[in-house]
């Protein structure tokens, strides 16, 4: 079995350098734990502190990136820093993101920006809520669609798409999805991902699930349902549950 994906990504949650540093220790110490990579995602400033010279076995992530390869774009983040900086991984079209206006087309081209970095995207998809008539599921299509489409074949192969139903962020475990739904909405994706990719190529595409996942219920959801890892927001800042978060998977 492949190893499982966990992404910590630490959102505003961590403010200090002295509780990045705690918590890429207590990182470091479970990056020994069987079967899973650990991907931390600090806010990017915190990335430049962290990042540089690392030599352990976790990688680091940037929480967004800029659109802009010009020199004179104050107050942007370009791809080429976050490499040079030791990012590995960048997330891209958080929801979080999304609702401070972040349309479709800017995260096609923030993803095109990461690859030509040579960097892996972490698309994040998910609707805001399930109407009766399952149309979240053309939107979710569309998400998928409008990233993959411009892309070149070679590209494809090194996209990640994270599914986070809005409805599941933020809230506990209990609110988080059902595995067995979990399960069905990794095939619907890796079902969108043929049109996109071939076909083993879509079954071997790395999936994600983020929304609630807690130390309590990220084992259930890992074994019902096909997932390659998980997207973990304010779990993975916590210093009491991270480390049984992790060790669950093991
Ligand atoms: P959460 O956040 O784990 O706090 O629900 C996940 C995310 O938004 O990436």
Known sequence: ??????????????ETREEAKKLLASAKRLASVRRVKLVLVPPA????????????????????????????????????????????????????????????????????????????????VGERERDADARYLLGLKQQIGSVFAPLDPKQR????????PLWAIGKQAADSIAASDLGE???????????????????????????????????????????DGFLVGHASVDPGMFPNLVKALA
């Open 1 to 14: 079995m492949e190893a499982m994906l966990i992404v910590a990504n630490w959102k505003t949650y961590v």
């Open 185 to 227: 909405m990794v095939l619907y994706i890796r079902k969108v991902l043929g049109n996109y990719l071939p076909g083993k190529a879509a079954a071997k595409a790395v999936v994600l699930y983020g929304g609630s996942v807690e130390a309590s219920n990220i084992r259930g959801l890992a074994g019902g349902s096909n997932v």
């Open 45 to 124: 400033p915190l990335l430049g502190l962290l990042a540089p010279g690392n030599r352990s076995k976790v990688s680091f992530g940037a929480q967004d990136v800029s659109t802009t390869t010009v020199g004179n774009a104050t107050g942007e983040v370009s791809a080429a820093v976050l490499r040079s900086i030791g990012a590995k991984y960048v997330i891209v079209g958080h929801s979080e993101r999304r609702a401070m206006g972040e349309t479709d087309a800017v995260v096609a081209e923030k993803v095109k920006r990461v690859l030509a970095e040579g960097l892996t995207p972490i698309v994040c």
């Open 157 to 164: 192969l090194s996209v990640i798409i994270a599914y986070e």
